[in-house]
Nanobody, 124 residues
């Protein structure tokens, strides 16, 4: 599986952005999909995820109510809609996937495939 993330940019606090992650592969619909982010000097952290069924979603507490993860299986694409952005959301955002289920959906170690990352910078 190859993942291609896009949609990052420089925005002001309170603005919105939508990130996209296009995936190759014919079995995209059976993959667990997630977004992580890594700020300078910090470890890569969980942001949001979809279970392979596409029924359940999970969010980090810091983004709950502001970010929405969605997927379009017909386009093999996962989205991250980010609203009410804050300076602390500044990071490189990575999409990740794993065929089938994962043991801990919030753990970066449970994902076998990663995109190249897209930079999001939020100015105050």
């Amino acid at each position: 599986v190859q993942l291609q993330a896009s949609g990052g940019g420089l925005v002001q606090a309170g603005d919105s952005l939508r990130l996209s992650c296009a995936a190759s592969g014919r079995t995209f619909s059976s993959y667990t999909m997630a977004w992580f982010r890594q700020a300078p000097g910090k470890e890569r952290a969980f942001v949001a995820a979809f279970t392979r069924s596409g029924v359940n979603t999970y969010y980090a507490d810091s983004v709950k109510g502001r970010f929405t993860i969605s997927r379009d299986n017909s386009k093999n694409t996962v989205y991250l809609q980010m609203n009410s952005l804050k300076p602390e959301d500044t990071a490189i955002y990575y999409c990740a996937s794993n065929p089938g289920s994962v043991r801990n959906i919030r753990s970066r170690y449970d994902y076998g495939y990663w995109g190249q990352g897209t930079q999001v910078t939020v100015s105050s």
